[in-house]
């Protein structure tokens, strides 16, 4: 059911969703898609329906009728239970219960939609300065073959992105050094050669940007959530109570009082039957009338707002989890580790050693491959080389092309690590050959 609502959603908003998680794609397809649909139907509900209707005076005619109905739609209705025997005579007390909401929810429901949808355009405008696209990584581990090469150019792409950074960082390193002993900035940075494409010197840039994501989603809901309260409230009575008092009524009540009384029990945030005050000016006199509405329109916002309730506190559960999750894959080196330790031991059970083919690494390299299954000061050592953010990049892959990919990328990364970066000599003469260039 859920793979078939995100098909849904991505066929409405064509949207990259190769460079993150499920637990995403929920705020900016789902979330997204449902609120571009209510817009649209409340913009047909209020043009090519009757919104609202009126109780008229006996003596109104047919342009009398056309203008009130109207002009109670343009000036807005207020709401008093029909429980009040008088009303106020006051205006001003009338206005506190003014119903101002109605007309402009079409253009609510599109700045929802943009909202849910703009920490996934921070976030894919962010993660692109960073030198790697891991919507392009995961597109090339969807088409993987084992006869064909896409693992290894996986890994060379990351094997780039983390040569890459950490070369921006020593950049940072010496131009701090200089500073503190007032060198030449230049003579600094002729040390290293430049990094050919800008890229973030911190360690965890992705992750932290994705984290960061994740707590905007959880923001965007409740800041939504308070400025719906503001939007609909109708004196004490807003939102939130809308949603708790309609569940505790769906709960406490018979079917029989559900189907019939449930529109008229919870009216005060989306009442049916409201008043309209007005005056019409005639021959020099006014005349102030206050007719009873049915705002048919409130049929469908109450329905759609207590959905929208009951998906939010959903939502946010969701996104709470997603956060903590997300934080306990990532920041700790322990369940870095047992990921990447999984994958080693995959990678194990395709070459068991009583196979004469056994090999992870070239022919040189043969003896310290194998030893890096076995070995949990090397694999620890291995780790700390991906960072958080190639743990990351694994995780995006195995989420979306799958295990089998995940575990050639990670076999290829083993023999490029155990060539090239174990010795921290070698490091050192890649970094000053830079031979890292991004394919853009």
Not at 21 to 33: G, L, N, P
Not at 181 to 193: C, F, G, I, K, V
Not at 364 to 372: C, K
Request: contains cysteine; glycine residues 4%; charged residues 20%.
């Amino acid at each position: 059911m859920a793979d078939t609502i995100l098909k849904l959603s991505r066929g409405l908003v064509h949207i990259d969703t190769n460079n993150d998680f499920r637990s995403d794609e929920i705020h900016y397809q789902v979330t997204f898609t449902f609120l571009i649909i209510a817009a649209v139907a409340s913009t047909t509900l209020q043009f090519y329906a009757d919104p609202i209707q009126c109780i008229q005076p006996a003596q109104f005619t047919d342009g009398y009728t056309s203008f009130a109905r109207k002009i109670c739609w343009l000036n807005n209705t207020y709401f008093y239970p029909q429980t009040y025997t008088r009303l106020p005579m006051d205006k001003n007390e009338r206005q506190q219960h003014t119903l101002r909401y109605y007309q402009w929810l079409p253009f609510v429901y599109l700045i929802q939609a943009f909202f849910f949808l703009l920490p996934h355009l921070i976030w894919i405008s962010f993660y692109q300065k960073n030198g790697l696209n891991p919507g392009l990584v995961v597109e090339q581990g969807k088409k993987f073959d084992e006869k064909s090469n896409t693992g290894q150019r996986i890994a060379k792409e990351v094997e780039r992105y983390l040569m890459c950074r950490r070369l921006a960082q020593c950049k940072k390193k010496l131009l701090l050094r200089s500073n503190i002993h007032q060198d030449s900035p230049s003579q600094s940075e002729s040390l290293l050669p430049n990094v050919s494409f800008r890229i973030r010197y911190r360690s965890s840039y992705v992750v932290s940007l994705y984290l960061f994501i994740k707590v905007l989603y959880l923001l965007n809901i409740i800041i939504q959530v308070y400025f719906l309260n503001l939007l609909l409230s109708t004196g004490k009575y807003g939102f939130v109570r809308f949603g708790f008092d309609t569940m505790k009524y769906l709960f406490q009540s018979t079917i029989r009082e559900r189907i019939v009384n449930l529109s008229y029990k919870h009216q005060q945030l989306f009442p049916f039957v409201t008043l309209c005050d007005f005056h019409i000016r005639e021959l020099g006199q006014d005349h102030y009338y206050t007719i009873e509405c049915i705002l048919l329109i409130n049929i469908f916002y109450e329905k759609i707002y207590f959905a929208m309730w009951i998906w939010f506190v959903v939502l946010f559960v969701i996104s709470l989890i997603s956060f903590v999750y997300s934080f306990c894959l990532y920041v700790p080196f322990f369940t870095r580790y047992r990921f990447i330790d999984k994958v080693i031991h995959s990678i194990h059970a395709k070459y068991p050693p009583s196979n004469p083919t056994n090999q992870i690494t070239t022919n040189d390299h043969e003896e310290h491959g194998r030893d890096l299954l076995d070995s949990d000061k090397r694999r620890r050592e291995f780790v700390n080389w991906l960072q958080r953010d190639g743990v990351f990049l694994l995780r995006l892959l195995y989420s979306h092309a799958g295990t089998a990919v995940v575990v050639q990328c990670v076999e290829d990364l083993i023999k490029i690590w155990v060539e090239n970066y174990e010795d921290r000599g070698k490091l050192g003469e890649k970094l000053l050959k830079n031979e890292f260039e991004f394919s853009r």
